[in-house]
C-alpha cells in the first residue's frame, strides 16, 4: 500500500512524542514530515534553565537528534515556518516558499510567551524566556550588565531568576501577586519558598504592576503603578504563555483560547488534529509536558487505527525542585466551602503537607520540602478511593505495614513514577527483566521513565536496585560512558590498565565502540582518564572541546576571551600595563574583571590569540579548561582589621601548585582570612577559611546552577596542614570522579565519611599526595607551548576552522 502524507507543524516535545508513538503503532503507514521553527532539532524545553544556568548545552538537551530523524525517514525542516494551511487542497505552505502536501495533519504549534503591552516592551535588554535564543539573549547581557529584573513569581521566573544570579547578575523578581508559584502552591508553601530564595540570594517586589520599561535605546528600569522605580540593565517578562493559534486562526480553523478538538484531538476541519499547549480541550488548555504526552498518544491511536481511547482531561499534578527546593501539588489543592483539609507544618525544618478532601476522598495536595508520598497521593487523587475508614491525618503518613518495607516494594505495580510520560513501577520494572535492563540510561531509553524532568530518577534507580537484587551494582558504577559503549567508566578504567591502551581511538576500536569515531561525550571523557592513569599521555587535541582546543573561550560572534593568571587575584604595575596595551594594540571591546578576581580580555580575533599571548607574556588563566580556574583570595590579616590569617600568600601557593593540572571538571578554590569570608570560601569545591589559631577546610561548594555550601572536611591549625590535605583531596576527585562531575555531585555520591576516611589516613593520603606531584611535574603551560609550536600555530589559528 502506499503510504500517506502526515506533516507536523511544530517540532516541540509534544508533537515529536506523538510521532514517537505513531512509530511503535505503525512505523511504515506514513511518509512523515515535520517543520520546526526554531534552527534546532526536538529538545527539551523543561530544561531550558540548566542551559541558561550553563550547566549544559543544547545538545545535552536535545531529545532526538538529526540521526534520529534520518533513521526513520523523517523530512525535518528546521528554521523554517508554515504560515498558511490550504485544507481544501490539502497543503501547507512556509515562509521559504515550501509547499507540502498531506494526508494527515497535526498542529502542535505549541505556546508564545506572552509580553506585557507597556511603553518600552520593545526596547533592547527586554526579552521573553521561552527558548534557546532567549538563553542566549540573557547569557550575553549577563558578561556585559550586572542588574536584571525578572517579571512573573511562577516557575519560568524563578528558574530565570536562579539561572541570572549564577551567571553573576544582581536579581529583583517582580509579581503581581502576593505569594509565588499561586498556580502550584498554597499560601504556606509560597511563603516557605519565598524565605528559602531570599535566603539564595533573590530580591521580591510582591504586589506591583509594571507600567513602564523605562531607558533610552535599552532598558534601563522598570516603574511600577505606584511610581516607584527598579533599576535593570536587563529585563525577563515571564508571566505566562498564550496557545499559538495564528496559524490555524488565518487558515479557517476553530480557535478560543487554543485551537478546539475534541476527545481524539481532531479539529473541526477534517484530517487536522492539535495536540499540545496549542490545543483546548473541554475548555482546557494544559502547559505541563504529562497530559501532551496522554494527549499524543490518544491521537497516534485514533491517527494509526490502532485504538479507540478518548481523551477525557488530566488531572494537574506538578513535582518540581525549584532552586534546589522539592515541591509538589495535584488536584485541587485550595480549600473552600464544599472542602476540609489536613495540614503538617514543621517550620524548623521547612516541611509543609497538606491534603484536602471532599466527600472523604483526597481531591488535592501541597508539599513543601518533603514530596516522597507525591506518586501515592496522586494515585489516591486519580482513582478517587475512599478514605472514610481511614484517620485523615493517617493519609499523610505511610501506612505501618510499608514503613518496614522499602519505598518502592510497597508501591502497587500501577503507581506512575514518572508522571511525565505516564510510566509506571509494573512497566520499569517488566522492562528490567524482560529487556535485561543495568542502567539509568537503559530504563530511559526504553521506557521514557526520567526522560523529561528527571525528577524521578530516584525512584527508578531504587526500582533497579530492588528488581535487580544481588546482582545490582550502584547505578553511578553501571552508567555507561555514552551511548557508544554499554561500559561504565570503571570497566573502561579497568580495560585501559589491564591492556595496556594509550590512545582514544585505540580505546575505542579495542573496546569495540558502537559508533567508531566516538561522540563529543566520550572522546573528553577517554583522554581526560587516560591522561589521569598516565600523567605522560600527551593531550589529543582532536578529543578536547573547542575552547580547551583553542586554550580560550569561544564567544557567540566568533572572538575570543583570553584572562591571563593572576594568582591569588593579586597583580602589578606591570603586567596592567602589558594587559593596557595588548588592549589597545588588538583594539579589544571589552575589558571586565570576573567573579574570580581577574581581567577577562573579550572579543580578540582567532588569528591574533598566539600574539596577545605572546605580548602578555603571562601564563593562561585557564579560564576555559576542566582545571583549576582561580583562587579567590581576600586581602588579609596584612590590611584587614578583621583578619586572623594570611590568606593571600596562601592562595597564591596553592594557586602555583595546581595551575594546568587537568581535573574532571572545572575547578574553584578560595581562601578567606576569617569567618566573614569575603572569598566566599563556603561555595568553592575547595575553600578555605581563617579561624582563631588555623584554618576550616570545606569541600564540595558549588555556586553554580544547583548551589550547594560546602561540607566541613576538618580543622588544620598550620598552612603546611592545608598544602598537605588540598593535594590529597584533589588527587582522590581527578581519580574517583566521572568526568564533567563537580565536586559538590561527587561528594554527594561518594560521602563525606568516606572522604574522610581516605584523606585521613596517612598511608592513603601520603600516596595521592605522590600521584598528583607526578602529574603536576608533567604539566606545561599551554599559551607558551604554542607559541613556540609554528606547526600548531599554523593548523590552529591560520586555518578556516577549529
Not at 625 to 650: A, I, N, P, W
Amino acid at each position: 500500500m502506499k503510504k500517506k502524507k502526515l506533516v507536523l507543524v511544530g517540532n516541540g516535545m509534544a508533537g515529536v512524542r506523538c510521532i514517537e508513538e505513531i512509530l511503535k503503532m505503525n512505523a511504515e503507514a506514513f511518509d512523515i514530515t515535520i517543520f520546526g521553527s526554531e534552527p534546532h532539532p526536538n529538545y527539551n524545553r523543561i530544561l531550558l534553565s540548566t542551559v541558561l544556568q550553563g550547566d549544559t548545552s543544547i545538545q545535552d538537551i536535545t531529545l532526538n537528534d538529526r540521526a534520529w530523524y534520518e533513521k526513520n525517514n523523517i523530512t525535518l525542516y528546521t528554521g523554517e515556518t508554515v504560515t498558511s494551511i490550504d485544507s481544501d487542497r490539502k497543503s501547507v505552505h512556509t515562509d521559504l516558499g515550501r509547499e507540502v502536501e498531506y494526508d494527515r495533519l497535526i498542529l502542535a504549534t505549541g505556546s508564545k510567551p506572552f509580553m506585557l503591552p507597556v511603553p518600552g516592551a520593545g526596547k533592547e535588554g527586554v526579552t521573553a524566556f521561552r527558548d534557546i535564543k532567549d538563553c542566549e539573549t540573557m547569557i550575553d547581557a549577563a558578561q556585559n550588565y550586572k542588574k536584571a529584573v525578572v517579571i512573573g513569581g511562577g516557575l519560568l521566573g524563578l528558574e530565570a531568576a536562579r539561572g541570572l544570579i549564577n551567571l553573576g547578575m544582581q536579581v529583583d523578581v517582580v509579581h503581581l501577586g502576593n505569594q509565588l508559584m499561586d498556580r502550584q502552591l498554597d499560601g504556606t508553601a509560597a511563603a516557605l519558598l519565598k524565605k528559602e530564595l531570599e535566603q539564595q540570594g533573590m530580591t521580591f517586589l510582591m504586589e506591583k504592576q509594571t507600567t513602564e520599561i523605562i531607558g533610552d535605546m535599552r532598558a534601563e528600569g522598570v516603574r511600577f503603578s505606584d511610581g516607584s522605580v527598579a533599576n535593570a540593565d536587563l529585563v525577563v517578562m515571564a508571566v505566562g504563555i498564550r496557545p499559538n493559534v495564528q496559524l490555524a486562526k488565518n487558515s479557517g480553523i476553530a480557535v478560543n483560547r487554543g485551537i478546539l478538538v475534541n476527545d481524539y484531538l481532531e479539529t473541526e476541519v477534517p484530517d487536522i488534529y492539535a495536540v499540545g499547549e496549542c490545543a483546548e480541550h473541554r475548555e482546557m488548555v494544559y502547559g505541563l509536558v504529562a497530559p501532551l504526552y496522554a494527549q499524543g498518544k490518544i491521537l497516534a491511536e485514533r491517527i494509526t487505527e490502532t485504538g479507540s481511547n478518548k481523551y477525557e482531561g488530566s488531572v494537574i499534578s506538578t513535582q518540581l525542585k525549584v532552586s534546589g527546593v522539592d515541591v509538589f501539588s495535584a488536584g485541587h489543592f485550595m480549600e473552600d466551602e464544599h472542602t476540609k483539609s489536613v495540614k503538617i507544618f514543621d517550620e524548623l525544618e521547612g516541611v509543609y503537607k497538606k491534603i484536602v478532601f471532599q466527600d472523604n476522598r483526597v481531591i488535592g495536595a501541597v508539599m513543601f520540602g518533603e514530596i516522597q508520598d507525591g506518586p501515592r497521593l496522586l494515585k489516591m487523587i486519580l482513582e478517587k478511593q475512599d478514605v472514610s475508614g481511614i484517620p485523615k491525618i493517617a493519609v499523610l503518613a505511610t501506612p505501618e505495614e510499608e514503613a518496614a518495607e522499602s519505598a518502592v516494594a510497597s508501591m502497587p505495580e500501577n503507581e506512575v513514577v514518572c508522571g511525565c510520560n505516564g510510566v509506571t513501577k509494573g512497566a520499569i520494572c517488566d522492562a528490567i527483566v524482560n529487556q535485561g535492563l543495568t542502567s539509568l540510561d537503559e530504563v530511559r531509553d526504553c521506557t521514557n521513565a526520567s526522560r523529561s524532568c528527571g525528577g524521578c530518577k530516584p525512584v527508578v534507580s531504587e526500582l533497579l536496585e530492588y528488581t535487580l537484587g544481588d546482582d545490582f551494582k550502584y547505578i553511578e558504577q553501571k552508567e555507561a560512558i555514552c551511548s557508544c559503549t554499554s561500559l561504565s567508566r570503571e570497566e573502561v578504567l579497568e580495560e585501559i590498565k589491564s591492556k595496556n591502551l594509550k590512545f582514544v581511538k585505540e580505546v575505542m576500536h579495542v573496546l569495540d565502540w558502537k559508533e567508531k569515531e566516538g561522540c563529543s561525550k566520550c572522546r573528553p571523557a577517554l583522554n581526560y582518564y587516560l591522561g589521569m592513569m598516565n600523567p605522560q599521555h600527551e593531550d589529543e587535541a582532536a578529543s578536547k572541546f573547542v575552547n580547551e582546543r583553542m586554550h580560550a573561550n569561544i564567544q557567540k560572534d566568533g572572538t575570543y576571551s583570553v584572562v591571563p593568571r593572576m594568582y591569588g587575584g593579586v597583580t602589578t604595575a606591570e603586567d596592567l600595563r602589558k594587559i593596557a596595551n595588548v588592549a589597545e594594540a588588538y583594539n579589544v571591546p571589552m575589558i571586565k574583571l570576573t567573579g574570580g578576581q581577574r581581567i577577562d580580555l573579550l572579543g580578540i580575533k582567532k588569528e591574533d590569540l598566539p600574539n596577545v599571548w605572546a605580548e602578555l607574556d603571562m601564563p593562561s588563566g585557564y579560564a576555559y579548561g576542566k582545571t583549576l580556574r582561580t583562587v579567590k583570595t581576600c586581602v588579609g590579616e596584612q590590611f584587614c582589621r578583621f583578619g586572623t590569617q594570611d590568606s593571600t600568600s596562601l592562595g597564591i601557593e596553592l594557586e602555583k601548585k595546581f595551575e594546568r593540572l587537568n581535573t574532571p571538571h572545572k575547578v574553584k578554590m578560595s581562601v578567606s582570612a576569617c569567618p566573614r569570608n569575603c572569598a566566599e570560601s563556603g561555595i568553592k569545591d575547595f575553600g578555605i577559611v581563617g579561624v582563631d589559631g588555623g584554618f576550616e577546610l570545606y569541600v564540595g561548594g558549588n555556586g553554580g546552577t544547583h548551589l550547594r555550601a560546602g561540607d566541613l572536611l576538618c580543622t588544620v591549625e598550620t598552612k603546611e596542614e592545608v598544602v598537605m590535605m588540598a593535594p590529597a583531596f584533589i588527587q582522590y576527585y581527578r581519580e574517583t570522579a566521572h568526568y564533567l562531575e563537580r565536586t559538590s555531585k561527587w561528594i554527594e555520591r561518594m560521602g563525606l565519611e568516606h572522604v574522610r576516611e581516605v584523606l585521613f589516613d596517612e598511608d592513603s593520603r601520603s600516596q595521592l599526595v605522590g600521584r598528583i606531584e607526578e602529574a603536576l611535574s608533567y604539566t606545561k603551560e599551554p599559551w607558551k607551548e604554542i607559541i613556540k609550536n609554528k606547526e600548531t600555530k599554523e593548523k590552529l589559528f591560520e586555518s578556516l576552522s577549529v
